[in-house]
């Protein structure tokens, strides 16, 4: 796994962090490599049931795409970057690797997500940010797409105020966030892991195969009309698991329930 993220398992919860907080986390080749590897443990590890992914340092969560690196490359390569990052046809793509990682993940977005950082916080399912958070997509400043952005972020808030972030690519602060609904909760900085934990901590006591079903049909169904979604039936059944036998069992002993990681 790449030095600039790093990884690391406790109990139940994976803790992924992007390292490289001099240059403000931004995603350049070696942390896009690192995050792919970091959810690919995250999808195939049995053990791990919820993830949290976060930003070193206390000034940014990611601030998006290495542009320095990319000018390198332009000077190189005048007529094209390399893949097209906004696309996802096209790896290597973080957010859609976070997105289609079915197992619940938490962002807690300690500074600013901007631009391909606020696309990763987009992929997650959850966001809980620290006060001196702020999400922006200025790609309609630097001359870039935002692909994933434009797609999903209607989906989290007002399509109004979506597409004047798109359009402006002005940003909004924490509290603007909370209050249009892209997060879930806004905390003091020292308090950002700790909250990010217990939430993680909550989810983790539930049966995986539940856990696993609601992600990707929820993933799955996004824009799909609605009697199409509900005849939608992908990933595990819950229903003849034993994971459902043992949540009844649990229920009627007034027990805690002991899960299958499978």
Request: a neutral charge.
């Amino acid at each position: 796994m790449s030095d600039y993220v790093l990884f690391e398992q406790k109990e139940h919860i994976a803790y992924v962090t992007l390292n490289r907080p001099e240059r403000m986390n931004a995603l350049g080749q070696d942390v896009r490599k690192g995050l792919i590897d970091a959810f690919m443990k995250v999808r195939y590890e049995p053990s791990i049931r919820v993830a949290i992914i976060t930003g070193a340092g206390d000034k940014a969560f990611s601030a998006g795409a290495d542009l320095k690196e990319h000018n390198e490359i332009f000077k190189k390569k005048s007529y094209r970057v390399g893949p097209d990052y906004g696309a996802l046809d096209e790896p290597p793509h973080s957010s859609a690797i976070v997105i289609e990682t079915y197992k619940p993940v938490i962002a807690a977005v300690n500074g600013y997500a901007l631009a391909g950082g606020c696309e990763l916080s987009l992929a997650c399912d959850i966001r809980i940010a620290s006060e001196n958070a702020s999400f922006g997509l200025p790609e309609a400043k630097r001359g870039r797409g935002a692909n994933f952005a434009t797609v999903m972020l209607q989906y989290l808030m007002p399509r109004g105020i979506a597409m004047q972030m798109l359009f402006t690519g002005e940003p909004i602060t924490a509290q603007e966030a909370l209050r249009f609904g892209l997060v879930n909760q806004v905390v003091p900085l020292p308090e950002l892991l700790p909250a990010a934990t217990a939430l993680a901590e909550k989810i983790a006591k539930n049966a995986p195969v539940s856990l696993r079903r609601i992600k990707e049909l929820s993933v799955k169904s996004i824009g799909s009309p609605l009697f199409f979604a509900l005849k939608m039936a992908p990933g595990p059944s819950p229903y003849e698991s034993q994971d459902a036998r043992e949540g009844a069992a649990a229920f009627t002993e007034k027990r805690s329930a002991s899960w299958k990681d499978d």
